[in-house]
């Protein structure tokens, strides 16, 4: 199977970055996008960025005004996501997910590998 583990989070104050990792082991060989999503306390989980690291195609939300950036380090197994001008309303605990798909989807159920998480708190 393929494991994913996110880190990278913490507690910082708006207007700041983070740049949080993802590093995949196991039968990477398989997949082909990769995405990150995040769930805050009492809400669904969203889409946030998604990169086919085969091609480069990257998609991101549209809510997030091209503050958050997406890469991916293919020799090491590694996709970052690069967050900057924090604001309160990121606060929420980030997940790293794989899929097989060539296709990049927004969809959650869509992804097949799952990260733990990584809480991102960010203060006013």
């Known amino acids: 199977q393929v494991m994913l583990v996110e880190s990278g989070g913490g507690l910082v104050q708006a207007g700041t970055s983070l740049r949080l990792s993802c590093a995949a082991s196991?039968?990477?060989?398989?997949?082909?996008?990769m995405g990150w999503f995040r769930q805050a306390p009492g809400k669904e989980r969203e889409f946030v960025a998604a990169i086919n690291w085969r091609s480069g195609s990257t998609k991101y939300a549209d809510s997030l005004k091209g503050r958050f950036t997406i890469s991916s380090d293919n020799a090491k197994n590694t996709v970052y996501l690069q967050m900057d001008s924090l604001e309160p309303e990121d606060t929420a605990v980030y997940y790293c997910?794989?899929?097989?798909?060539?296709?990049?989807?927004?969809?959650?159920?869509?992804?097949?590998?799952w990260g733990q998480g990584t809480q991102v708190t960010v203060s006013s």
């Open positions: 196991g039968r990477t060989f398989s997949t082909a996008i």
């Open positions: 997910a794989a899929d097989n798909s060539l296709f990049i989807t927004t969809r959650a159920t869509n992804y097949r590998y």
